[in-house]
């Protein structure tokens, strides 16, 4: 008789005395494991809620709503770019579900952090369910499955990750859907685990492009842990154990080639849309890299500990940098596991630490590009480490006691200690984990709450809350403070002001002009003071006739200088009704279009327009104005280079 190979999954429950003590709640007998893991989770939601409790919108965050809220729903979607804002450097790109989350946060509910941290913590709550039913599927039920758990709910990492909507709707939404990839993986068979799969790695990939990891991760989980060794059957090695070395690994991978080949046709055809191209996926040949992978290993290794257990400005919105001696720390804790772990047995720790270094080189060159400090770039990193420790950890020999095996411990106090040592262990282990990382989480929310950015951004809510429609509001530079706390000077409030009244007239100054203090909490008359422009003359500067395709230039008197905040004010006669194409000379006569949030339409007869400069023109010596419909004219009677204060 030829024996059969057994599934990969087992879909049959382990015996009772393998499960662990049980509790009786509704009727239902509910493992103990279970309920201290559920407890861990609450522990870890509670740590992040209490760190962004204080948090507010960066600067960044507001140009990105802003972006995105002055454009249809269907333009950001086809746009992979919308959310690479100007003066939101280094911001993710993000898949098009990222997309279209943020446009609805903009659109629906702007800059409400309540909506954000909601997400953020439904998601850390999915993503520690997920680890959870990934390890007891995986490995026998033990205590020392709560280490990784309380890793994942309280790694410092992604208390950042919740600060955003890009980062909470991109990196971590991709990440969770990476590990409820593998959940289906290893719990579900046949059709139902290939469309989930195939569901999971769509959503993956239309959160991040970190879904690439997916068809990776589930061959990795296949060639390592997914066949169960024989001494965690259920009954003694026979005919139809699962073979070791390397006949376990092919066995494994021939097994799962059909959801890893599902996964991968669906990021095939994300990789074939615009805007994705396979380069974007691997890491750059940039000398910087090492340093930004140096940087990122650092972190998670810190964070297995708790670090940091302070922040500075850039780290709480960047990536944490903790000190040498808790990396120290947290390597040798690891090593020591590992090691613990070895003693038992030797090739299982080998495959398990396979599994955590392909699943952590892969998420660093996904993760790494373009965005190296971007909080969520080492989420799958961290996730993968954890668990790498955990199945490292649980070795199958000697890691738990069956509850009914008790009176089988030797006799002696000595030997009875030493068979205890590890639960001991595995109960101390996410204690110590989650006392280290109540520092890290208190010392975020202090750091968030010292930030000035929330309060300003605060007070111009209020401020614009009871205006009358349509009011007159001229750019203006954003408070020194604030734009030091968040790394960006000379960012003008316009984003902010058309991001919460839409209906804010910010290039009109046809009528009294209203500008925000430097407070952000009141409106006040603005002060424009002349820079410099151009000489005045009796009739028009320049002239731009009905159906002439020139453009009206006006030069400078003298070349002037552009502070932070400086904006072009044109005075002008308008024959029909037109769209202005605004554009600044350099001396150099490069030609830089000025910066606007709406495009709107000049009726004729006179008008006074205000257009604010980006901060990539340092000195103006030109004006160019061209209307955009040719059946128009213009008359430009004065251009000056103004700033309100």
Same mark, same amino acid.
């Given at each position: ?22 509790? &009786? ?11 201290? !893991?559920?407890?861990? &989770? ?39 770019? #919308? ?33 954000? /941290? ?20 995986? =490995? ?18 992604? $208390? ?14 991709? &990440? ?71 006949? !376990? ?11 890893? #080949? ?25 000398? !910087? ?6 940087? *990122? ?7 297995? =500990? ?24 947290? *390597?040798?804790?690891?090593?020591? =596991? ?10 299982? /720790? ?48 000697? #890691? ?49 709450? /010292? ?32 734009? /030091? ?23 009109? !100054? ?24 151009? #000489? ?23 070349? *002037? ?6 904006? $072009? ?5 308008? &024959? ?46 030109? *004006? ?22």
């Amino acid at each position: 008789m030829v024996a059969q190979a057994p599934p990969a999954v087992r879909d049959t429950p382990r015996p009772a005395a393998a499960t662990g003590r049980t509790v &009786t709640l509704g009727g239902r007998r509910v493992p103990v494991l279970d309920l201290v !893991a559920w407890a861990l &989770t609450v522990v870890g939601a509670e740590l992040q809620a209490r760190a962004l409790r204080a948090a507010g919108p960066t600067l960044e965050e507001v140009a990105r709503q802003a972006a995105v809220a002055r454009r249809g729903l269907v333009a950001v979607l086809v746009d992979p770019g #919308a959310l690479a804002v100007s003066g939101a450097p280094g911001g993710p790109a993000g898949g098009i579900l990222t997309r279209a989350a943020v446009w609805l946060v903009a659109t629906v509910a702007p800059l409400r952090e309540l909506v954000v /941290a909601i997400a953020a913590n439904s998601l850390r709550v999915s993503l520690a369910l997920g680890v959870w039913l990934l390890l007891r599927r995986l =490995l026998r039920p033990s205590p020392l499955l709560l280490v990784p758990l309380a890793m994942v709910m309280t790694a410092p990492q992604l $208390i950042a990750s919740g600060a955003g909507t890009t980062d909470v709707a991109g990196p971590l939404a991709a &990440t969770v859907a990476l590990v409820w990839a593998a959940v289906a993986h290893v719990w579900w068979s046949g059709g139902r685990r290939l469309g989930a799969v195939a569901l999971l790695t769509t959503l993956a990939m239309g959160c991040d492009r970190s879904g690439v990891l997916v068809p990776l991760v589930l061959l990795l989980l296949s060639a390592t842990v997914v066949r169960v060794p024989p001494d965690l059957q259920d009954g003694p090695p026979g005919p139809d154990a699962v073979p070791s070395g390397a006949r !376990a690994v092919l066995r494994g991978l021939r097994a799962a080639w059909p959801p890893a #080949a599902a996964s991968a046709a669906v990021v095939a055809v994300f990789v074939a849309l615009p805007g994705l191209r396979p380069a974007d996926l691997v890491l750059p040949a940039d000398a !910087a890299v090492a340093g930004v992978v140096g940087d *990122v290993l650092r972190a998670v290794a810190g964070g297995l =500990l708790g670090a940091p257990w302070t922040w500075s400005a850039a780290e709480v919105q960047g990536l944490p940098r903790p000190a040498t001696g808790v990396v120290t720390a947290a *390597v040798l804790l690891v090593g020591g =596991l590992l090691l613990l772990a070895a003693r038992h047995d030797r090739g299982r /720790a080998l495959r398990a630490v396979a599994l955590g270094a392909g699943w952590s080189v892969a998420a660093l060159v996904v993760g790494v590009p373009g965005r190296p400090q971007a909080p969520g770039a080492v989420l799958g990193v961290t996730v993968a480490v954890v668990l790498t420790g955990a199945l490292a950890t649980l070795a199958p020999r000697g #890691a738990r006691l069956p509850d009914d095996a008790a009176a089988d411990l030797p006799p002696g106090r000595l030997p009875r200690l030493r068979a205890l040592a590890p639960r001991a262990l595995a109960l101390a282990l996410p204690v110590l984990v989650v006392l280290a990382a109540v520092p890290a989480s208190t010392g975020f929310g202090r750091r968030a709450a /010292a930030d000035p950015a929330p309060a300003w951004a605060a007070a111009v809510r209020s401020t614009l809350a009871d205006l009358a429609p349509f009011p007159r509001i001229t750019s203006r530079a954003v408070p020194a403070p604030v734009a /030091a706390s968040s790394g960006a000077a000379g960012t003008l409030d316009t984003d902010i002001v058309t991001l919460l009244r839409p209906d804010a007239l910010v290039h009109d !100054a046809d009528g009294p002009v209203l500008s925000l203090d430097d407070t952000g909490g009141r409106l006040v008359t603005a002060r424009l003071d002349r820079l410099g422009g151009a #000489a005045r003359t009796e009739l028009c500067a320049a002239v731009v006739q009905p159906g002439d395709t020139s453009d009206a230039r006006v030069t400078m008197t003298t070349p *002037v200088d552009l502070p932070p905040g400086a904006q $072009i004010r044109l005075e002008l006669l308008v &024959t029909g009704s037109a769209r202005l194409r605004v554009v600044v000379e350099g001396p150099d006569g490069q030609a830089t279009a000025v910066r606007r949030w709406s495009d709107d339409v000049l009726y004729e007869g006179p008008h006074t327009v205000l257009f604010p400069v980006g901060p990539q023109v340092g000195t103006a010596a030109a *004006v160019r104005v061209r209307p955009a419909t040719p059946d128009a004219g213009v008359c430009v009677v004065a251009a000056d280079v103004v700033r309100a204060r």
